[in-house]
Each structure stands twice: as C-alpha cells, then as structure tokens.
C-alpha cells in the first residue's frame, strides 16, 4: 500500500509564498511521475505542474514562473514553492503519484494524497 501526505497549507496573504511537501510511504521501491493538482471551490480538479523521476517539469500556464516543483527521490518526496501568489491560487492542493512501483514489484497506479488546503487572502 502506499499513502502521500501533503503539508504545508495554510493563509497567506497575496504577494507571498509558501511551500507544500508531500511524501510518500509504503512499500515504494520507484516511483514515477509526481505532480501537483488543485480544486477550487466549484471547480473541476486541475493540474498544477509535474516532474519525472530525471526533473523534467511542466507547469500549467497559471502557475508558470511563480511555482517551482521539486523532488528528493531519496525520499519519495515532492515539493511545490509557490511565489507570487494570489487569490486565484485559492484551493485544496493535492499530491499524485501517477506509478508507484512496489517492492513486491507490483504497481499501484494514480496515487493521490488527502489534500492541503490554500488560502490566499488579504
């Protein structure tokens, strides 16, 4: 089984910054894809950005040049800076892992984490 837990919600005003943690635990041995998704109140879940076990990222447009995703593969663990923010950026944040290879050698597909909530307001 494998669980991921977000951290790192919270208030901020707009300009300001945070930065989100997810780790995974379970029986991982690799893990592919992580990213970052989101969902405002009253909308549909979208993506924010994604990066590949070698660090290539994408961003969703919105985002791109404020929010900066990272991970440590030692520590199954996926970062999201976000800068700039505003109160677009408003919503439940939420962690995925697309492929989770196990050490049983099995796979667990689309691996979400609970959420983290961001509010960004004056």
């Known amino acids: 089984q494998v669980q991921l837990v977000e951290s790192g919600g919270g208030l901020v005003h707009p300009g300001g910054s945070l930065r989100l943690s997810c780790a995974a635990s379970?029986?991982?041995?690799?893990?592919?894809?992580m990213g970052w998704y989101r969902q405002a109140p009253g909308k549909q879940r979208e993506l924010v950005a994604t990066?590949?076990?070698?660090?290539?990222?994408k961003y969703a447009d919105s985002v791109n040049g404020r929010f900066t995703i990272s991970r440590d593969n030692a520590k199954n663990t996926v970062y999201l800076q976000m800068n700039s923010l505003k109160p677009e950026d408003t919503a439940v944040y939420y962690c995925n892992a697309d492929r989770v290879v196990t050490t049983t050698s099995t796979f667990r597909y689309n691996n979400w984490g609970q959420g983290t909530r961001v509010t960004v307001s004056s």
């Open positions: 379970g029986s991982i041995f690799a893990i592919n894809v």
């Open positions: 990066i590949t076990p070698g660090g290539s990222t």
